[in-house]
């Protein structure tokens, strides 16, 4: 368990430069695009859905929030428990928890 730090660690590092890199590229794309009129009302729609972070944030909070009660869970358990693949199950299954909540938000959102 103590070779697993480091290398999530860095596996997490690696994960947030991509995004970082990737969210500036579609950027610079985009600006580009706009620039040189390569632009019409289609281009403009498609840019629209993409950059709708409004419910991005919703999904990512429930994420985030029922992944820290998946870890609140499992310091509940005695230690014993801890060194069995049962603590990683809950924090799985309550990372999905979180990711069916914002699918059934959304879908009852789409159908008002």
């Not at 419910?55 to 005695?78: A, H, Q, T, V």
């Not at 693949?85 to 959102?109: A, D, H, Q, V, W």
Request: with cysteine; aromatic share 14%.
């Amino acid at each position: 368990m103590e070779q697993l730090g480091p290398f999530v660690v860095g596996i997490t590092f690696f994960i947030c430069i991509a995004v970082v890199i990737i969210s500036l590229s579609n950027n610079r794309l985009k600006k580009k695009m706009i620039e040189m009129g390569h632009v019409d009302e289609n281009a403009i729609k498609l840019f629209g859905k993409s950059m709708n972070y409004q419910f991005n944030s919703l999904k990512w909070g429930l994420i985030l929030f029922f992944g820290g009660l998946g870890l609140i869970i499992i310091s509940l358990f005695p230690d014993h428990l801890h060194d069995t693949p049962m603590p990683f199950g809950i924090e799985i299954i309550m990372i999905s928890l979180g990711f069916l909540t914002y699918y059934f938000l959304m879908r009852n959102k789409k159908e008002i």
